[in-house]
Structures are given as C-alpha cells and as structure tokens.
C-alpha cells in the first residue's frame, strides 16, 4: 500500500512530484497519476507541436529535478507516489493525437500497459539507472512504445 509522506501537501516539491497530490492515493498511485494527466493533455493538445515538444523538454527537466530531489528527501528510490514520469510520460504517448476521449483513454491504456510490464529495454533502465533521470526515463521509453502503438493505430483506422 502506498504510504504518502505529509511533506506532499506542504512542499511545492513533493506536491508536484505527486502529480498535484494525485500519487498520494494508497492503491495504484501510478495508474491515478496518469489519469490526473489527462485534463493536462487536453489543455495541451491544441498547441501547435514546436510548443508541445518544447513544452516536454522542460516537464522532462524540471521532473529529473523534481524526482531527484523528492526521493532524496523521502530517502526512497522512486517512491510509488512520485508519478511525474507519469504526467511526462502520458503527454509524450499522446503527441501529435488529436484530442477525443477515446484517444485520450487509449493512449492511457496503451501507456500504462507498457509502464507496468517493462519490456526491454524498459526493465533494464529502471533497475539500472539511477536518481532522478532513472526515475523519468524509464516511463519515457514506455511512452516511446505507447506513441509507437498509438500511431499505428491511427494510421490503420
């Protein structure tokens, strides 16, 4: 069961690093993180895609940071509250996807089936590397299958 420290509702680290506090739930925090990512990737969606990608070129940065610094502090390696790499992870997933509720819960599917199982070369990062850039790139490389899986479904629908 997932056991959120207090520090999420008084640090401004912590409180995003748990998505806005959604990781702060006891049971599948990561699958709740994603799904508070949603209502982002709608507001996102619209942005011409030169913003979009710079737009996850800073979350990645800032999530490395916020990563970092909130495992430091918990003295926990990824804690299962901290669902930044989920948020990062779900908007990369859903890149240059017109927005509609089916595509948005799909790609949250797709996202989260490729997040959960690992396949390589997912496992092997998240058991490898360290800190803060460990703790984003992995959901990274998940999003990297999802995108791939989304697309091909829209080219053949």
């Known amino acids: 069961m997932n056991r959120a420290p207090s520090s999420v509702w008084r640090r401004p680290t912590h409180f995003l690093a748990f998505g806005l506090g959604s990781g702060a739930?006891?049971?599948?925090?990561?699958?709740?993180?994603?799904?508070?990512?949603?209502?982002?990737?709608?507001?996102?969606?619209?942005?011409?895609?030169?913003?979009?990608?710079?737009?996850?070129?800073?979350?990645?940065?800032?999530?490395?940071?916020?990563?970092?610094?909130?495992?430091?502090?918990?003295?926990?390696?990824?804690?299962s509250g901290i669902v930044w790499d989920e948020f990062v992870g779900y908007w990369l997933t859903m890149v240059a996807v017109p927005f509609s509720w089916e595509a948005a819960l799909w790609g949250f599917v797709v996202f989260r089936v490729f997040d959960i199982i690992k396949p390589w070369p997912i496992r092997w990062v998240d058991r490898r590397v360290a800190g803060g850039i460990g703790i984003m790139f992995d959901d990274i490389l998940a999003a990297v299958y999802a995108w791939s899986v989304m697309h091909l479904w829209f080219w053949l629908h």
């Open 25 to 79: 739930v006891p049971f599948a925090p990561g699958t709740f993180g994603t799904l508070a990512a949603i209502p982002f990737y709608w507001l996102l969606s619209g942005l011409p895609l030169t913003i979009y990608f710079g737009l996850m070129g800073v979350a990645t940065l800032v999530g490395i940071w916020l990563c970092e610094t909130t495992s430091r502090d918990l003295g926990v390696h990824d804690h």
